[in-house]
């Protein structure tokens, strides 16, 4: 079974940039995924990042 939340390598894997740029991101408050900070791990909504890059699987927005 597949985690619904991963970590900043993975996200930013899943996104195609850096270790850094998620974390910065995450720090500063306008990381566009669902995460959340648990003592000094974060970890980020697996179904949310595949919606930000529109993998299958992924909960994409729908037009109204």
């Known amino acids: 079974k597949v985690s619904r939340f991963v970590g900043i390598e ?5 996104l195609g940039v850096s270790y850094s740029a998620v ?8 990381f566009p995924v669902a ?7 974060w970890r980020i909504s697996r179904p949310g990042l595949e ?6 699987g ?7």
């Open 23 to 30: 974390w910065e991101s995450l720090r500063r408050g306008d």
């Open 58 to 64: 992924g909960e994409a927005p729908r037009d109204a």
């Open 10 to 14: 993975e996200a930013a894997s899943i």
């Open 51 to 56: 919606a930000l890059v529109g993998e299958p």
């Open 35 to 41: 995460n959340v900070q648990i003592g000094t791990k």
